[in-house]
């Protein structure tokens, strides 16, 4: 186990990933976890949905993570996720699903991150049950052209493409289901081909 | 693969059962190293012998995706969020846990070997009876009131961690009848991407219970699964005082490619 080779070309063998078990609730929930800005607040809008496994039954025990750019498209670097400070945008949230397997950001439209380009939150799902992380992303619906023009989305069939896509509501909240397993199975992403 | 298995949590199979799933499969996986497949480095999620794996998994592959734009920066995290005595699981509630004081440290790498600076670190565990404080955690094995088996901090400059806590015990679980979960501590981890993001658990070393238990069996190859196995070292325990051990983790990438002037984690790339 010791070749000398610099470390910087050494490829290390990452760790595995395993379960986040049933018992994270009292370790990563956080209060206010999923007010990336207060609830209510001006501009402020709800990404909200249900996670599902692949008999259509709501999961109980998931856990979700959003990572967004803020409104004008900026990627933020602040810290204070853990302890908010009501006006500090830090573009992170983690919250629990609720018994009926419920989730509920209050947070803004991330904005594009280049002009042209599809807005959308990079999401991190756990479960019980769920062997490692998935990662996935929800984009925007309305900017048409940029959905279409979007590396991932036109890499997808129109089927699949759309359950990366939340629906607006008329309250102006986006809602957004994730399937883990089943006919509309959520497209979750791999990004380091670890197959 | 035997036949179809019913349904999760059902607690209906005996451990022979269920490590008889588990050695096929190995076998499998073994045949399929040997005709050339490459080694499998993460968990199978879809893996039948943990029961509730069955309707929660994807069926469909991943989709191999470039990461873009946010996903190849990580939030933030400083001492805003964690304080510093979060890290010590054994002075939270006034009075000494029951159990096997030990210091647990170690590194937070990325593939390039690279330390992972300033980052957050998020752990939990069973108390030395083997108990969680969760409401859900119905073991009749007694709560501590002086544990709650919850602990934070932020990696030091050279991806380091450090945490002082209490020996976990075995629990005992309903994925068949008579399993338990070797002892262990849950990870969860960030990098400097978010493609980095993880959540694992770290064990002990010669554990009893590994060739039985389906979550640690999920990862099928040998040397994959014994990158969650702590090391004892004896230069870290200290006299009369607390048993030492050293796990290191290692995220998978990074995809961004860097400049020294980032080497912190800081932002300042064409990205923006
Ligand atoms: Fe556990």
């Given at each position: 186990?010791?070749?000398?080779?610099?470390v910087?070309?050494?490829?290390?063998?990452?760790?595995?990933?395993?379960?986040?078990?049933?018992?994270?609730?009292?370790?990563?929930?956080?209060?206010?976890?999923?007010?990336?800005?207060?609830?209510?607040?001006?501009?402020?809008?709800?990404?909200?949905?249900?996670?599902?496994?692949?008999?259509?039954?709501?999961?109980?025990?998931?856990?979700?993570?959003?990572?967004?750019?803020?409104?004008?498209?900026?990627?933020?670097?602040?810290?204070?996720?853990?302890?908010?400070?009501?006006?500090?945008f830090?573009?992170?949230?983690?919250?629990?699903?609720?018994?009926?397997?419920?989730?509920?950001?209050?947070?803004?439209?991330?904005?594009?991150?280049?002009?042209?380009?599809?807005?959308?939150?990079?999401?991190?799902?756990?479960?019980?049950?769920?062997?490692?992380?998935?990662?996935?992303?929800?984009?925007?619906?309305?900017?048409?052209?940029?959905?279409?023009?979007?590396?991932?989305?036109?890499?997808?069939?129109?089927?699949?493409?759309?359950?990366?896509?939340?629906?607006?509501?008329?309250?102006?909240s986006?809602?957004?289901?994730?399937?883990?397993?089943?006919?509309?199975?959520?497209?979750?992403?791999?990004?380091?081909?670890?197959? | 693969?035997?036949?179809?298995?019913?349904?999760?949590d059902?607690?209906?199979?005996?451990?022979?059962?269920?490590?008889?799933?588990?050695?096929?499969?190995?076998?499998?996986?073994?045949?399929?190293?040997a005709?050339?497949?490459?080694?499998?480095v993460?968990?199978?999620?879809?893996?039948?012998?943990?029961?509730?794996?069955?309707?929660?998994?994807?069926?469909k592959?991943?989709?191999?995706?470039?990461?873009?734009?946010?996903?190849?920066?990580?939030?933030?995290?400083?001492?805003?969020?964690?304080?510093?005595?979060?890290?010590?699981?054994?002075?939270?509630?006034?009075?000494?846990?029951?159990?096997?004081?030990?210091?647990?440290?170690?590194?937070?790498?990325?593939?390039?070997?690279?330390?992972?600076?300033?980052?957050?670190?998020?752990?939990?565990?069973?108390?030395?009876?083997?108990?969680?404080?969760?409401?859900?955690?119905?073991?009749?094995?007694?709560?501590?009131?002086?544990?709650?088996?919850?602990?934070?901090?932020?990696?030091?400059?050279?991806?380091?961690?450090?945490?002082?806590t209490i020996?976990?015990?075995?629990?005992?679980?309903?994925?068949?009848?008579?399993?338990?979960?070797?002892?262990?501590?849950?990870?969860?981890?960030?990098?400097?991407?978010?493609?980095?993001?993880?959540?694992?658990?770290?064990?002990?070393?010669?554990?009893?219970?590994?060739?039985?238990?389906?979550?640690?069996?999920?990862?099928?190859?040998?040397?994959?699964?014994?990158?969650?196995?702590?090391?004892?070292?004896?230069?870290?325990?200290?006299?009369?005082?607390?048993?030492?051990?050293?796990?290191?983790?290692?995220?998978?990438?990074?995809?961004?490619?860097?400049?020294?002037?980032?080497?912190?984690?800081?932002?300042?790339?064409?990205?923006?």
């Amino acid at each position: 186990m010791s070749t000398e080779k610099p470390v910087s070309t050494e490829k290390l063998t990452p760790t595995p990933g395993q379960t986040v078990g049933p018992f994270f609730g009292y370790a990563l929930p956080f209060e206010k976890g999923g007010e990336l800005v207060p609830a209510g607040s001006p501009n402020s809008i709800k990404l909200h949905g249900t996670v599902f496994d692949g008999n259509g039954a709501p999961i109980p025990d998931a856990l979700v993570e959003i990572w967004q750019a803020d409104s004008n498209g900026n990627i933020p670097n602040e810290t204070g996720s853990l302890v908010r400070d009501g006006y500090t945008f830090t573009g992170w949230g983690r919250t629990p699903v609720g018994n009926t397997g419920k989730y509920v950001f209050s947070t803004v439209n991330p904005g594009p991150t280049e002009p042209g380009k599809a807005p959308f939150f990079a999401v991190a799902v756990f479960a019980r049950g769920l062997m490692n992380r998935l990662f996935t992303r929800v984009y925007l619906p309305e900017d048409t052209e940029a959905l279409e023009n979007d590396a991932l989305l036109s890499s997808l069939e129109p089927a699949r493409r759309k359950t990366l896509i939340a629906e607006r509501l008329a309250d102006g909240s986006l809602h957004w289901d994730i399937r883990l397993q089943g006919e509309d199975e959520t497209v979750f992403l791999d990004f380091h081909a670890e197959g | 693969m035997g036949e179809p298995v019913k349904s999760s949590d059902a607690a209906a199979d005996n451990q022979a059962i269920v490590s008889q799933e588990i050695r096929d499969i190995e076998e499998g996986y073994r045949a399929a190293r040997a005709a050339g497949q490459p080694a499998e480095v993460q968990p199978r999620v879809d893996y039948p012998p943990y029961r509730s794996s069955i309707l929660r998994h994807p069926t469909k592959s991943l989709h191999h995706a470039d990461p873009e734009t946010i996903e190849l920066y990580s939030p933030a995290f400083g001492h805003q969020d964690v304080h510093a005595l979060e890290s010590n699981l054994t002075i939270q509630h006034g009075g000494e846990p029951l159990g096997e004081r030990m210091v647990l440290r170690g590194k937070v790498l990325d593939g390039n070997g690279r330390p992972v600076a300033g980052q957050l670190v998020e752990i939990w565990q069973a108390n030395s009876a083997g108990r969680y404080i969760h409401k859900r955690d119905q073991h009749p094995a007694p709560l501590d009131p002086h544990f709650t088996g919850v602990g934070r901090c932020i990696t030091g400059p050279d991806g380091s961690y450090e945490f002082l806590t209490i020996k976990p015990g075995a629990y005992p679980w309903k994925n068949h009848l008579n399993a338990w979960r070797p002892a262990h501590i849950h990870f969860s981890l960030f990098g400097t991407e978010f493609t980095q993001r993880i959540v694992t658990q770290m064990y002990f070393p010669g554990d009893q219970l590994f060739p039985l238990d389906p979550i640690y069996q999920s990862i099928v190859d040998q040397d994959a699964r014994e990158r969650l196995v702590a090391r004892y070292n004896h230069d870290l325990t200290s006299p009369e005082w607390a048993l030492g051990y050293e796990w290191d983790i290692v995220l998978t990438g990074p995809k961004r490619t860097w400049t020294e002037n980032e080497a912190y984690g800081e932002q300042g790339d064409d990205e923006h």
